[in-house]
Each structure stands twice: as structure tokens, then as C-alpha cells.
């Protein structure tokens, strides 16, 4: 019986910066959705299949601040990596919650993100640790 594989929300209203990281979270084997505002992202109906969040922490409308606050209001806790072109370190300094794994600038590095993905996946929904055979 197929294993299924741990699957990435991407929301960020860059779209190519959206779709180059979709493809690189399918590129290592993980199931991948991305959407381009945080709005979708809160309509989309496998919220709770979600193992990890990265999201742009500055877009129009909601930002990725207030969507994690939503969530967290939701009662979902899903482990999230805030991407942001515009780094503050106060922002960063603040710790922000048990749920966030990750904080990286743009542009980031494709191991960079990969260790913060490990790490939520690490924490397992159910205090799993989930192995994605690297």
C-alpha cells in the first residue's frame, strides 16, 4: 500500500517565486499545493492533510503573519516557514509561536528551506517522525 507522501502548502502572491517552489518541493518527493494569496489557502479543502506551510510573510490582503494567527484561531497547527523579501529582526527575534520552523530571506537556498521542511516534518501531526528517504 502506497505511503502518502507528506504534502508542502506554498502561499506566496509571487507567482514564479510560487511556482519554482512548488516544483522543487515536487522535485524532492513531496506532494505540493501553492496558492497565491492566503485566502485561497484557508478555502482549500486538505488544510488538515497539510505537514508544513511556507509562506510569503508580505502579500496583499492577508499576510502570512495574520494567516498563522488564523490557524492557530482554527485550532491548526501546522508547522510554518515565513519567506520574506523584507527581513526584520525584530520580526525574527520575536519568536513567534511553536508552530514556526523557519524564518528565511529571499532569496533563499534550496537547502536552507529543505532543513526547515525536515523539521516540521520532524514533529509529525502525530508525534511521527516522518522519513521522506533522503
Known amino acids: 500500500m502506497p505511503t502518502k507522501k507528506p504534502l508542502i502548502a506554498i502561499v506566496d ?9 512548488k516544483g522543487l518541493m515536487r522535485s524532492l518527493g513531496f ?17 488538515g492533510r497539510t505537514a508544513c506551510l511556507v509562506t ?7 499576510s ?16 510554518t516557514v515565513f519567506i520574506t523579501a523584507y527581513p526584520n529582526d525584530n520580526l525574527r527575534g520575536r519568536g513567534l509561536g511553536p ?3 523557519g524564518y528565511l530571506e529571499k532569496p533563499f537556498g534550496e537547502q536552507d528551506l529543505l532543513k526547515c521542511i525536515r523539521s516540521a516534518l520532524a514533529r509529525g501531526s502525530d508525534g511521527e517522525t516522518v522519513d521522506d528517504g533522503r
Request: hydrophobic share 40%; glycine share 6%; charged share 30%.
Open 13 to 21: 502572491d509571487d507567482h514564479s517565486m510560487r511556482e519554482a517552489t
Open 31 to 47: 506532494d505540493a499545493e501553492a496558492f497565491s494569496s492566503a485566502d485561497d489557502f484557508l478555502k482549500f479543502p486538505h488544510l
Open 56 to 62: 510569503d510573510i508580505h502579500m496583499p490582503g492577508m
Open 64 to 79: 502570512g503573519l495574520d494567516l498563522h494567527r488564523r490557524l492557530v484561531a482554527l485550532g491548526e497547527s501546522i508547522p
Open 99 to 101: 508552530d514556526i520552523v
